[in-house]
């Protein structure tokens, strides 16, 4: 894949963001945490605004677009400014999609044969997704030795408590989750909250 993806620490926030206004305060308060990217889901109509300020006004941050299941986004949301995309899943119109946006991307996989799949795209960062349910840390071990050569995001289930079990699997490149940017932490503007919980993470993924 591609050096966009090394980023300081190993954990992607997920963001459920229902007002743009809040994009950039709560970017700035995950890099305060030490985390330097985040991914802003298409799930509300503020989403491309959320990503343009990121990216526009938050010096050090990778701000990449999540939710992406439509072909049609990956233009909208490389035009806004995000670095990278990631989606829930994968279907030969994203990943032509993708290709033609130029804009990398992490497809979303949950059992063998969309691994296989996946990888015939030429995907070998793929997030595992939902991570919980298709069996968590175990189902990564599983897949360890018939996919040697893919890496995993898993997302879904990821929290604070197992964190370190699933960045101490040697094909997990990173993490994902929501657990850094709570919704009623957003809802209130609570920044500081943020910024302990970005800290925490940033603690368990260098220790
Ligand atoms: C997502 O919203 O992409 C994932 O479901 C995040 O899962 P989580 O809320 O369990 O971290």
Redesign the pocket.
């Known amino acids: 894949m591609t050096d966009i993806f090394e980023f300081k620490t190993r954990v992607m926030p997920?963001v459920?963001l229902e007002d743009a206004e809040s994009a950039v305060p709560m970017a700035e308060a995950l890099l305060e945490g030490g985390i330097d990217a985040v991914?802003i889901?298409l799930?509300h109509r503020c989403a491309l605004d959320a990503i343009a300020r990121v990216s526009a006004r938050v010096a050090g941050m990778c701000v990449g677009a999540?939710?992406v299941t439509r072909a049609e986004d990956f233009g909208r949301v490389a035009e806004a400014g995000a670095r990278f995309a990631?989606s829930?899943g994968l279907t030969p119109a994203l990943a032509q999609a993708a290709r033609a946006a130029a804009i990398p991307f992490i497809p979303g996989v949950m059992t063998p044969s969309e691994i296989a799949a996946a990888r015939e795209h030429g995907y070998l960062l793929l997030?595992l997704?939902?991570?919980?349910q298709a069996g968590g840390v175990e189902m990564l071990k599983a897949l360890a030795s018939p996919f040697a050569d893919v890496r995993f995001c898993p997302?879904?289930?990821?929290?604070a408590k197992n964190l370190k079990d699933y960045l101490r699997q040697p094909n997990v490149a990173l993490v994902?989750?929501?657990?850094l940017t709570p919704a009623d932490a957003l809802k209130s503007r609570d920044w500081s909250r943020i910024v302990t919980l970005a800290r925490e993470a940033s603690a368990i993924a260098g220790g």
């Open positions: 997920v459920v991914e889901t799930r999540g939710t990631l829930p997030k997704f939902p991570a919980a997302t879904g289930g990821v929290s994902g989750g929501s657990w």
